[in-house]
């Protein structure tokens, strides 16, 4: 009874790796087409089978800012943040929407972090440090 249990897992182990992976890949589908409830969803499923995936919560991120749902927007980016500190675009995500809250020391902190690990978006940092401190002088 007890080999025929442990037989039954090793079958199917396998092939749970592989929807983890295919609800990531389903879920940019739908992002991508614009379907954002059921890119939200997949994303979702992705992220319980491979918790560490900073991907889907930078996805989650950016459906949660064409929702225009701004909590979660920053909730999803603090994770990815969280799980890899040099991604780039969640810094740079996060800094813009700290400055749309007028946040502009957490936005400033942010780019000025970024600006010392950049590659891919050193220019966009540099302008919206430029932005930043426009709104502070007024």
Known sequence: MRLSKIILILLFLPNLAYAGANYF??????YENKEFDKAKFKFEQDIVFNPKNEKSYLYLSKIFNEQEKRELEEKNLNTVI???????????????????????????K?????????????????????????????
């Open 25 to 30: 890949n389903e879920g940019l589908t739908f």
């Open 82 to 108: 969280l799980l890899n500190p040099k991604n780039e675009e969640a810094t740079y995500n996060l800094a813009q929407l700290k400055l749309k809250k007028s946040d502009f020391e957490g936005s400033k």
């Open 110 to 138: 942010l780019i000025e972090k970024l600006i010392i690990f950049c590659k891919d978006y050193c220019q966009k940092s540099q302008r919206l440090k430029i932005e930043i401190e426009k709104s502070q002088k007024k």
